[in-house]
């Protein structure tokens, strides 16, 4: 992703802290939602009793959806959205405790990237404010939430939300999944299959465009319906065709081999593999999301290898048993092949 390349701007950054940052709750998720939502309003000041209802109902929801919604003790704060959820608190007394208990670390610990001040600030911290207590909202975050980007990042945030507590559920140490999470060509939708039953979890274009920036894989063009007619399409590297011929590499209908593609590329692409130059663009993306704290690294390990050497030589071979039998390529039209 273009944070990781060095490229600093808000929307990379933004980028970056929700999909990089630590998970040791999902309060990050509500609001980040909650501040892109107020800040296409044009707002430059909120009170936290003007974010509570909102932030509060994100993560009652989120409760309702999922009970695990942090990885540390008790919450009194989510706590209190539990009781509003099982009607034991009525929303007046729920938006009080929000306030008092909901942003007790959250206002801090947001703009972190490992541990340090992100580059980027998206609001000025003034609860103690005599006179005005509450955020201003810089017009970074003002520019962002008014941007094309928006509307993805949303989509992204509730992804990565979906994954990382669907991991807790799950009982799988780091917010990681397990192998069991696997693509449905059928919906477009990462699944979680167990004996007792299968169950989507997000969709694959929610779960991967953030690490490819909004970009096409192959021509790195913002993937809007403005600017290709279409929005992301999923890409198969490794040709889907494979499976019909006597194919014995890994499963390429599975997350190691998926991608995000303008319509385009994709029709120009067909049933062809890149050139073999561009897939050190694929190998490094794995390698990205397998490095970072991302909810499929264990079954991108599973799929490829669990470390980089062994990863290398897996794609090298299937590559090459994949040209063996289509031995037609097809060159990306673009060198901008770096990893995102």
């Known amino acids: ?30 609001f980040g939602a909650t501040l892109l939502e107020t800040a296409a309003t044009g707002r430059t000041h909120v009170t936290l009793e003007e974010l509570a209802p909102r932030y509060a109902e994100l993560l009652c929801q989120a409760l309702e959806r999922q009970p695990r919604q942090n990885i540390s003790g008790r919450s009194r704060f989510l706590d209190a959205c539990r009781d509003f959820n099982a009607g034991d608190l009525d929303r007046d007394a729920l938006y009080a405790r929000t306030v008092r ?4 670390n959250v206002i801090d610990a947001f703009p972190q990237l490992g541990g340090a001040p992100a580059p980027v600030r998206y609001y000025e911290d003034r609860r103690r404010h005599a006179v005005a207590p509450g955020l201003v909202l810089r017009d970074e975050l003002l520019e962002l939430a008014r941007s094309v980007h928006a509307p993805a990042l949303d989509v992204e945030t509730a992804a990565r939300w979906r994954l990382v ?42 779960a991967l465009n953030g690490y490819q920036d909004g970009r096409c894989a192959y021509c790195d063009r913002l993937m809007t319906q403005e600017s290709t007619g279409s929005g992301p399409v999923v ?17 390429v209908d599975a997350v190691w081999n998926l991608v995000l593609s303008c319509k385009p590329c994709n029709d120009a692409k067909r049933d062809r593999a890149p050139h073999e130059t561009w897939m050190t663009w694929l190998e490094q993306r794995n390698n990205d999301l397998i ?39 097809w060159t990306p039209p673009t060198s901008m092949h770096t990893a995102s």
């Open 235 to 251: 890409e198969h590297v490794l040709p889907w065709k494979l499976l019909t011929r006597s194919w014995a590499g890994p499963d």
């Open 101 to 104: 208990l909901g942003f007790a």
């Open 165 to 206: 507590e669907t991991a807790w559920a799950t009982g799988v140490a780091g917010a990681v999944l397990a192998p069991a999470l696997v693509y449905d060509p059928g919906t477009q939708h990462l699944v979680l299959q167990t004996k007792q039953r299968r169950r989507s979890v997000t969709g694959v274009v929610a």
């Open 1 to 30: 992703m273009d944070y990781r390349r060095g490229v600093v701007t808000a929307e990379s950054v933004w980028r970056a802290i929700v999909l990089y940052g630590a998970n040791s709750a999902t309060y990050k998720f509500a």
């Open 291 to 329: 490095e970072s704290r991302h909810p499929l690294r264990e079954v991108l390990m599973a799929q490829t290898g669990a470390t980089v050497t062994v990863r290398h030589a897996t794609l090298k071979r299937a590559y090459q048993q994949a040209t063996e039998l289509l031995p037609a390529v």
